[in-house]
């Protein structure tokens, strides 16, 4: 049986638009203002459950999860 689960990770990225998001493609960067080093917040259905942080694995981006909320 299986539970369908919404997880998000937000990055604070100032005086992006609505614009820009539509400009986006493959491979675009995005500048933002949190620190490299800096722990994100992980939410799983809305509800902030860890802080994790980024990890590239090969050729893909994934989130370390570094603690629970």
């Known amino acids: ?8 990770v937000e990055v604070p990225i100032p005086a992006f638009t609505a614009k820009d998001l ?13 620190a490299v080093t800096a722990n994100l917040p992980m939410k799983v259905n809305g509800e902030m459950i ?4 980024f990890e590239i694995l ?4 994934a989130i370390r999860v570094t603690e629970l909320a």
């Open 22 to 34: 539509l400009h986006l493609e493959a491979k675009s960067l995005v500048r933002s203002t949190w």
């Open 50 to 53: 860890a802080w994790c942080e």
């Open 58 to 61: 090969g050729n893909r981006l």
């Open 1 to 8: 049986m299986t539970l369908p689960c919404s997880v998000t």
